[in-house]
């Protein structure tokens, strides 16, 4: 939900980095699709450090870099 309203929002300001931005959402949600897999499968506690990994790199990757880019724009768009 969170994704698809940080979408909306980009659409909405015309973000021109929105295609690049919602594939990196989308590659998120795949993995995070395949993590939910194993875990209903039974996976053993590999599948919690590779969650952790997951979630880590896209803290430090994700938001802190493409959120913060939109984030900058939304500001400019804004002052404009």
Do not use: C
């Amino acid at each position: 939900i969170h994704l698809s309203h940080e979408e909306a929002l980009l659409e909405n300001i015309k973000y021109p980095y929105l295609a690049a931005h919602k594939a990196e959402h989308d590659k998120l949600i795949r993995k995070l699709d395949k993590i939910k897999i194993q875990f209903e499968s039974g996976a053993n506690f590999r599948l919690t450090v590779d969650a952790i990994r997951l979630l880590q790199e896209w803290l430090s990757n994700h938001i802190l870099m493409s959120d913060k880019k939109y984030a900058n724009y939304l500001k400019d768009s804004v002052a404009e």
